[in-house]
């Protein structure tokens, strides 16, 4: 490995064991054993290198939401079975990659204090909402159209925001994949009798 990625995987190792806000550009540096200048040469900034390392470790997890569940699984995409089985994959995720999501939470709740990193991983959101619309739409991240990431990739990204708060907040009491599935049946049948 070069320095480059060198550096990306010390972040990695920094975010998931310090956060945001206490990593230091030295303590990246002495994980990764290059030095100071590096990031500079290669990132630009210890906030943008911070910002890759974190959007490269939810890559990692979120590349596992729309894999089969451990028992095979029988969803065909966009069926509710889909639906409950991908969101029971993201739950699954919650407990093995907990320092991934209260970093998630680090940015909301300490925002201010993390502008640099705020202002960087705001542009990154439209990639993440794509993302999440490809997991659930079965379509290729490169060919999900904006119209769906702008609706569909919104609606999952506030889903699993809230999800993730709760779960973070009392594993026993979050909602489950199957009461979240139940949810969106009962409010697509009502919309449907209306219309």
């Known amino acids: ?92 995720s919650f407990p093995e990659s907990r320092s991934l999501w209260m970093l998630n939470l680090e940015v909301v709740t300490q925002g201010d204090r993390l502008a640099g990193v705020r202002e960087l991983l705001a542009k990154a959101q439209v990639e993440g909402r794509r993302g999440l619309a490809s997991v659930f739409t079965g379509v290729p991240e490169g060919d999900v159209p904006d119209d769906v990431v702008e609706a569909e990739g919104r609606l999952y990204s506030v889903l699993l925001n809230g999800l993730l708060v709760q779960w973070l907040f009392d594993p026993e009491t979050a909602t489950t994949a199957e009461q979240l599935t139940e949810g969106m049946r009962r409010v697509m049948d009502r919309a449907a009798t209306k219309a």
């Open 1 to 92: 490995m070069g320095h480059r990625e060198d550096l990306l995987e010390g972040a990695k190792r920094c975010l998931l064991d310090k956060g945001f806000v206490r990593t230091t550009a030295r303590e990246i540096v002495k994980e990764s054993g290059t030095n100071l200048a590096s990031i500079g040469y290669h990132y630009g900034s210890k906030d943008a290198l911070l910002v890759e390392a974190f959007l490269a470790l939810l890559e990692e997890t979120t590349g596992t939401f729309g894999q089969a569940p451990p028992d095979g699984g029988a969803g065909e995409v966009g069926s509710f079975e889909r639906f409950q089985e991908t969101w029971e994959g993201v739950i699954r």
